[in-house]
């Protein structure tokens, strides 16, 4: 769950800006059928198996908009559901309910499905000691949330932000004109509690980063056997990192090699949405009538 502090001064304006992507004058076809405040309910169902996530994002989404809506959940993050599960209501004025509807479900279904993806390529390294990593590859104003996810999922944050740690990759080591130099100049410059990672792509530049006192070593897009002799030529001396198209389907083939992480941008680029609806909304009152 995101903190209070984490919620109101990073969350709130991300879902503002999502509220005003799809309000902006006014809800038209709600103010159509709805002129006058009255309240209402609505199921929030689970159309397919996976691992729920979002519920307190998919909650802020409605009381930013009125903070009288009430949203009661039956599950909470990171609980396995089933095609079917009615998971919570929301109870409020119906207007805010109709408005806010797709926003809310926008978040709840692309965080569930990177939660059931992610939970689904940690399940292949249980038993190991290997650490399941996201990386920077988010959606743009969505790396709060789907990074949030992964955890969710058990899966594990890499870097939120280029202000997070020093990670040199191809490009910074040709612009400093190596990896020696690359990291003998992040050492100058970053503070000391700060770890150095450094990305390589040939035996060679493995043995650089070593050399160069690197903390973490990035094995990236390096065939198989050659990444089992990269390990051997580290030998103990840096954590080791395995990068490069890293999926659910060639994740296991990676498992022998006794790595500290494996890194994959998969987990929140390439997680389908988990299917979840808003459904059977209807006046509070009439369906208190009906019961009776």
Do not use: W
């Amino acid at each position: 769950m995101l903190d209070p502090i984490t919620m109101k001064v990073n969350a709130d304006p991300l879902i503002l800006s999502a509220l005003r992507e799809d309000v902006t004058t006014e809800d038209i076809s709600t103010n159509c059928v709805m002129p006058d405040a009255r309240q209402g309910e609505a199921d929030l169902i689970c159309k397919q198996d996976g691992i729920i996530c979002g519920l307190q994002i998919f909650e802020r989404v409605f009381t930013l908009l009125d903070a009288k809506i009430r949203v009661e959940c039956y599950v909470q993050d990171g609980d396995p559901v089933k095609k079917g599960q009615k998971m919570g209501k929301v109870i409020g004025d119906i207007r805010t309910i109709l408005c806010a509807e797709r926003t809310a479900l926008n978040f709840l279904q692309r965080m569930s499905g990177i939660a059931t993806y992610t939970r689904e390529v940690a399940s292949y390294l249980e038993g190991s000691h290997t650490k399941l990593l996201d990386t920077r590859k988010t959606t743009p104003n969505m790396r709060i949330f789907e990074k949030y996810a992964v955890r969710v999922g058990g899966g594990h944050n890499h870097r939120m932000n280029l202000s997070d740690g020093v990670m040199l990759k191809d490009n910074h080591i040709g612009a400093a004109g190596g990896v020696k130099q690359a990291v003998r100049m992040a050492k100058a410059y970053a503070s000391f509690v700060r770890k150095i990672e450094v990305e390589v792509e040939t035996l060679d530049m493995v043995r650089e980063a070593v050399e160069a006192g690197a903390d973490i070593i990035m094995l990236d897009n390096m065939e198989h056997d050659r990444m089992r002799e990269a390990v051997g030529l580290i030998g103990g001396r840096a954590e080791i990192e395995v990068s490069g198209n890293v999926t659910k389907d060639n994740i296991r083939k990676l498992c022998d090699l006794g790595v500290d992480y494996i890194s994959s941008g998969a987990l929140t680029h390439s997680a389908p949405i988990m299917d979840i609806s808003l459904k059977n909304l209807h006046p509070a009152d009439e369906y208190r009538k009906e019961k009776e």
